[in-house]
Structures are given as C-alpha cells and as structure tokens.
C-alpha cells in the first residue's frame, strides 16, 4: 500500500541545491542498490506539539518517535486522505496517536497514567518496552468516505516502535524495509537565555528493485523471526550492504541540524551515487474546528446536552491541539 511519492524531475545543478531543513520530508534513491527511501528531521514543528501538552520526557520522546514514523510513511500516500498511526497498550503510556492528513498537515498526541509513570521514573525503568507494556500498534490509511480503510496491525509485547515498523513492512508489505529514528531534546542559547527544544529525525530505505533478475519472490511468511531477515535475498547482496551502511548512522546524525538529511545521505551513499529529491514540507496543524464540533453537539439529544453543560456552557478541548471551544447550551435547546 505504501508507496514511494513520484520524485520530481527538477534536478538542481551545482551551485543551486536548496537544503530541504527541518520539518521536510526528503525522498531519495540510489540507483547502483535499486533502494529508495525518505529521510527527515523534526524541528520547530515537533517542539511545539510536545510543548503544547508539556508532556514530561519519556511520554514526549515516545510521542515523537511516532510522528517520526508517522510523517516518513503518510508522506508517501499517493492520494487525498490521511495516515493514522495509534497504539493501545496496558503500559502507563497507554496510547499514542500521530495522524497525518495528505499533503503536509500533522497533528498528535499522548495519554498516560501519570502515577504509573511516576514510579517507573522513579525505578529508572523508562524503556519503550516498559513505558508501552503489552498491545497493539494500527497503522490506517484512510483514503476518505466511500473507500474501504487499510489497517496493519503489529503486537507491541516488549517492542519498541521502531521495532514494530519492521515487522509491519515484513509481514504487511512484504518489502525489504529498514529505518532508524532518533530522539533527543536541545539547548540552543536565545536572547531570553537559553531554551530547551525538542528534535527528532529518522531514515527509511526500501529495496524496490526494477530489474526481474533481483526481485523479491513475493510470498514471505510471517513468523517470529528477526524482522531484518529477508528471504528470498537478491544474489548481489545489495540490501545486505544497505543495512551495512544504515547501520553506521550515529543516533546524532539523525538530528543535527547542521548535518541536514542531503548532508546524511551523502555520507552514506556518495560511492554509489545518491539523489535527491525535493523536499515535501510537513506542518502542526489540526483538523478541528468550531463547525466540526457544533456539527457532533447538534447530533446530541436534550439530554445529552444538559449532562455535557458545566458551569453554564458546554466547554469542548481539542486532545491534539489543546483549542477550547466554547458552546451556550441555549444554542441546542430546539433540538
């Protein structure tokens, strides 16, 4: 279902590449390996939905870590509609949610028992696997009204996210797919002083070989095997080398905003030869509004409506934006 997004024909020459820079998703392909893929770093975009909710560090790092994945995969819809990514676990993180609505806009959120949290802080057990404990992770794409909705479902019982995106393209896919993400909270000086500032970045990479002679047999079993095993491997061993070099990547490196994603993939792939593709920019903004939610409270019953009045109105928050939206409950007494 995923596909790489067409690559633009645009091809700047020396002199005039354009660095994509933070909030961009930026395609990619070396020919010599038959490996295409999306790399990005979150910057700004990502600091204000974690700092919105302030969220304390382990729940943010999850959450960003999600829309990582999230923005790497909903970036390569090739239609109007969205990417829903949502965990459901028995962890003190008990969900995550990261939608991304085609053709940039991103929106997320965390929910959490801040108690459980409290004490796995407190014990230094902060790991995804202990934060996320035992469930589900759905990947959805929903292509809008009148279409059916796709939905892969991977276990998360001592998985780590990134982990658990492995195990989707190896048994959903069936793709030779591997990525890596990065996480990690900066200080940058400011005429204020100092700030905090959340980053977080990730690279992708598929074999999606043209040539007959070194496609995949399509038929791979799933199973409880490594995720990077693939069978059925092309003779040349050019996906064994891909994840050789994705494995040299420094967690920093993902992140740094002086190294840039162009900068990253040059390291890794300037003897095979690398292109790169315009950047597609992604941006914090949510779905709701005021007409939206006076669309759900009209559908209320008179009952409804007196058991959601509080203090004289009906006061509605958006989780993934944090907007309030106030209602008189007088607006809905006709109904």
């Not at 690559?7 to 020459?13: G, I, T």
């Not at 940039?104 to 995804?128: I, K, M, N, P």
Request: charged share 25%.
């Amino acid at each position: 279902m995923l596909e790489t997004r067409p690559l633009a024909e645009h091809q700047p020459k020396l002199g005039e590449f354009g660095f994509a820079g933070d909030d961009h998703v930026v395609p990619y392909e070396v020919a010599p390996l038959d490996v295409r893929g999306r790399t990005v770093q979150l910057g700004p975009m990502l600091d204000a939905i974690l700092s919105r909710h302030d969220y304390p560090e382990p729940v943010a790092r999850l959450l960003a870590e999600a829309c990582v994945l999230t923005v790497l995969l909903g970036t390569s819809l090739k239609f109007e509609g969205k990417f829903i990514l949502q965990t459901r676990t028995d962890g003190p993180v008990d969900m995550l949610v990261a939608d991304f609505t085609t053709p940039h806009a991103l929106r997320a959120y965390a929910r959490f028992d801040a108690d459980r949290l409290q004490a796995l802080v407190a014990a230094g057990e902060t790991s995804q696997q202990k934060l996320l404990g035992t469930g589900v992770l759905a990947l959805t794409i929903d292509q809008g009204a009148h279409t059916q909705r796709y939905q892969g479902i991977v276990q998360l019982d001592g998985t780590s996210l990134e982990e658990a995106a492995r195990i989707y393209f190896r048994q959903s896919e069936q793709i030779p797919t591997d990525l890596k993400m990065s996480v990690a909270k900066l200080v940058t000086p400011g005429n204020g002083g100092a700030r905090e500032q959340w980053r977080a970045g990730g690279i992708l990479a598929q074999f999606l070989p043209q040539a007959p002679e070194r496609m995949r047999v399509p038929d791979i079993s799933g199973g409880d095997g490594d995720p990077r095993e693939v069978a059925h491997q092309p003779a040349d061993n050019s996906w064994q080398e891909l994840l050789a070099l994705l494995g040299t990547i420094e967690p920093t490196e993902l992140i740094d905003p002086t190294v840039g994603a162009e900068r990253l993939l040059y390291r890794l792939f300037h003897e095979h030869g690398v292109r790169v593709f315009r950047g597609v920019p992604v941006s914090d903004q949510c779905s709701c509004s005021r007409e939206k939610i006076r669309g759900i409270l009209e559908g209320f019953s008179a009952d409804e409506i007196k058991d959601s009045t509080e203090d004289g109105g009906i006061h509605v928050a958006c989780e993934f934006c944090s907007t309030q939206y106030d209602f008189d409950p007088a607006e809905f007494a006709a109904q």
